[in-house]
C-alpha cells in the first residue's frame, strides 16, 4: 500500500489490532507495532528472528513525547532540542512511573528514543503514541531498502507494507547514553559524534563524547 494519508490510516488500524507493519524511516525501512497491544513487541522479534536481549526503541512524532517515557536530563534535551528530527537515538533512564514492557527494554530500566526525520513514522507515533520500532530485516541479514525487499525477508510475517518509494539507505542512528550525569558514545552513526559533543561544549555540560573525529563503540 502506497505511503500516503489513506495507507497510513490504513496502518494505524493495523497497529491499534495488534499488527505489524512495515514503513520507510529517513535511514532504512522498519517494522513497528503499537506500543499498547498486547504481544506486539513480541511479534516484532519473532517476525526478524531477534534475540529477546536486544532492546528495541521507540520512534516519536515530536521531542516533546520523550519525557512522557522517559527522565529527559539537561543534556538529553539539549541534544534533542538540536538533533531531532534526525539520526539521533537517546538512551534515557525510563520513568519509574511508566510501566514499559520488559520486551522493549530487555529487563533494563533504561529506553531509547528517537525522531527520525520522517514523515510516516511520525505521523504514525502522532496517532498511536511512541512506537516500538527495528529494522524490516531478518536478524544478521542486509537492511531492507525498499518495500518488495521487506516482503522477500518478512513475508507474512508483517500484516502491511506501506511502499514510499528507495529508502535514503544513510547509516544508522548515533546513539548516546544520556542515563547518567555524562553522556557516553554507545554507537557511531548518522552524526558525527564531535557535533554532539561541541553542543555540550558549548552549553558548558560534561560528557564523555569524543571532541574530534569519528568513533564507534559497540554497547
Same mark, same amino acid.
Given at each position: 500500500?502506497?505511503?500516503?494519508?489513506?495507507g497510513?490510516?490504513?496502518a494505524a488500524e493495523v *497497529?491499534?489490532?495488534?499488527?505489524?507493519v512495515?514503513? =520507510?524511516?529517513?535511514?532504512?525501512?522498519?517494522?513497528?507495532?503499537?506500543l499498547a497491544?498486547?504481544?506486539?513487541i513480541?511479534?516484532l522479534?519473532?517476525?526478524k528472528g531477534? =534475540?529477546s536481549?536486544?532492546a528495541?526503541?521507540l *520512534?516519536l512524532?515530536? !521531542?516533546?513525547?520523550?519525557s512522557a517515557i522517559?527522565?529527559v536530563?539537561?543534556?538529553?534535551r539539549?541534544?534533542g532540542?538540536?538533533?531531532?528530527?534526525?539520526?539521533?537515538?537517546?538512551?534515557? !533512564?525510563?520513568?519509574?512511573d511508566?510501566?514499559?514492557p520488559?520486551a522493549?527494554t530487555a529487563?533494563r530500566?533504561t529506553?531509547?528514543?528517537?525522531?527520525?526525520d520522517?514523515?510516516?513514522?511520525?505521523?504514525?507515533? /502522532?496517532a498511536?503514541?511512541?512506537?516500538?520500532?527495528?529494522?524490516?530485516?531478518?536478524s544478521?541479514? !542486509?537492511?531492507?531498502?525498499?518495500?518488495?525487499?521487506?516482503?522477500?525477508?518478512?513475508?507474512d510475517?508483517?500484516?502491511?507494507v506501506l511502499?514510499?518509494? !528507495?529508502?535514503?539507505?544513510?547509516?544508522a542512528?548515533?546513539?548516546v547514553d544520556?542515563?547518567?550525569?555524562?553522556p557516553?558514545?554507545?554507537? /557511531?552513526?548518522?552524526i558525527d559524534? /564531535?557535533?554532539?559533543?561541541?553542543?555540550?561544549? /558549548?552549553a558548558?555540560?560534561?560528557?564523555?563524547?569524543p571532541?574530534?573525529?569519528?568513533?564507534?563503540?559497540?554497547?
Amino acid at each position: 500500500m502506497a505511503d500516503d494519508p489513506e495507507g497510513r490510516s490504513a496502518a494505524a488500524e493495523v *497497529l491499534r489490532a495488534g499488527g505489524i507493519v512495515a514503513l =520507510p524511516t529517513d535511514t532504512v525501512y522498519g517494522i513497528a507495532c503499537d506500543l499498547a497491544a498486547p504481544g506486539g513487541i513480541e511479534r516484532l522479534f519473532s517476525a526478524k528472528g531477534r =534475540p529477546s536481549d536486544r532492546a528495541i526503541m521507540l *520512534l516519536l512524532a515530536e !521531542p516533546a513525547q520523550a519525557s512522557a517515557i522517559g527522565l529527559v536530563g539537561s543534556a538529553a534535551r539539549l541534544l534533542g532540542e538540536a538533533f531531532w528530527p534526525g539520526g539521533l537515538t537517546l538512551v534515557l !533512564p525510563a520513568r519509574p512511573d511508566v510501566r514499559l514492557p520488559a520486551a522493549l527494554t530487555a529487563g533494563r530500566p533504561t529506553i531509547g528514543l528517537r525522531v527520525p526525520d520522517h514523515a510516516c513514522p511520525r505521523a504514525l507515533a /502522532a496517532a498511536l503514541g511512541p512506537m516500538p520500532a527495528t529494522s524490516a530485516n531478518l536478524s544478521g541479514q !542486509p537492511d531492507a531498502a525498499d518495500a518488495q525487499a521487506v516482503v522477500d525477508q518478512l513475508g507474512d510475517s508483517v500484516d502491511l507494507v506501506l511502499d514510499g518509494g !528507495p529508502a535514503s539507505g544513510g547509516p544508522a542512528s548515533t546513539v548516546v547514553d544520556c542515563t547518567t550525569d555524562r553522556p557516553g558514545l554507545l554507537r /557511531a552513526g548518522a552524526i558525527d559524534p /564531535a557535533r554532539l559533543a561541541a553542543e555540550l561544549d /558549548a552549553a558548558g555540560l560534561p560528557h564523555d563524547l569524543p571532541r574530534s573525529g569519528s568513533a564507534d563503540v559497540g554497547r
